[in-house]
């Protein structure tokens, strides 16, 4: 059982390029996460969806843009890469109801 | 907008101490989580505690609810290395997402 995973585990870019993290879950679960985790900082909410074809923002959306158009898919994009968001990005995957939450293995991103 | 407050932020101890790490807000919630992660990965549900005053016992982790719902601590008896990791307290309030605090990194030395 895969889980959740994660592409690219690991990712540099310039300032100005664009690109799209990729999260995929493999348990039917109904609602999905985007996180940014930076030291100091705890976990910190960029988006999130409660269903296919729904999305929502979190804390910190600006900047960044998700698409759920499939159940198991949650994606995050960014469109202009800044150093700010230089991190580690983590996506999560829950049922409904008081459920836990499982997290991927994070995508290591710097942008230069 | 809710928040939980982590403590102590760093904890640093010999290999057999006991310790406790607190999570406190000024909000109820209708059930807290607490999370361990560990370098490298994502972090991994330890315990749910949905009733105020409730108690869980997880082998030497002891967990508590508050009475009113606002705060948790996680208490650790006779550390081990393998308990070194960040510790993260989680509450959820209905159907909005989880507030999580910054979390509490443990070291524990051989």
């Known amino acids: 059982n895969a889980g959740v995973t994660q592409t690219p585990k690991f990712r540099v870019l310039k300032t100005g390029q664009s690109m799209t993290l990729l999260c995929a879950q493999d348990?039917?679960?109904?609602?999905m996460y985007w996180y940014r985790q930076d030291p100091g900082m705890g976990l910190r909410l960029i988006h999130y969806?409660?269903?296919?074809?729904?999305?929502a923002k979190g804390e910190v959306p600006d900047g960044y843009n998700v698409s759920r158009l499939k159940k198991q898919n949650f994606l995050l994009g960014l469109e202009s890469a800044a150093p700010s968001q230089t991190s580690v990005y983590f996506c999560?995957?829950?049922?409904?109801?008081?459920?836990?939450?499982?997290f991927g293995d994070g995508t290591r991103l710097s942008i230069l | 907008t809710q928040l939980l407050e982590q403590s102590p932020q760093f904890l640093s101890i010999q290999e057999g101490e006991n310790l406790t790490v607190y999570c406190n807000s000024s909000?109820?919630?209708?059930?807290l989580q607490w999370y361990r992660q560990e370098p490298g990965e994502g972090p991994v549900l330890l315990v749910t505690?949905?009733?105020?005053?409730e108690v869980k016992k997880l082998k030497r982790l002891t967990f508590q609810f508050g009475d009113a719902r606002k705060d948790s601590s996680l208490h650790i008896t006779a550390a081990q290395p393998g308990d070194t990791g960040l510790y993260l307290c989680?509450?959820?309030?209905?159907?909005?997402?989880?507030?999580f605090g910054k979390g509490t990194r443990l070291s524990v030395i051989a």
């Open positions: 348990m039917n679960h109904e609602y």
């Open positions: 989680a509450g959820s309030s209905g159907n909005t997402p989880l507030v």
């Open positions: 969806s409660v269903g296919e074809g729904t999305t």
């Open positions: 909000s109820v919630f209708s059930s």
């Open positions: 505690v949905v009733t105020g005053g």
């Open positions: 999560a995957s829950r049922k409904q109801g008081i459920q836990p939450q499982h």
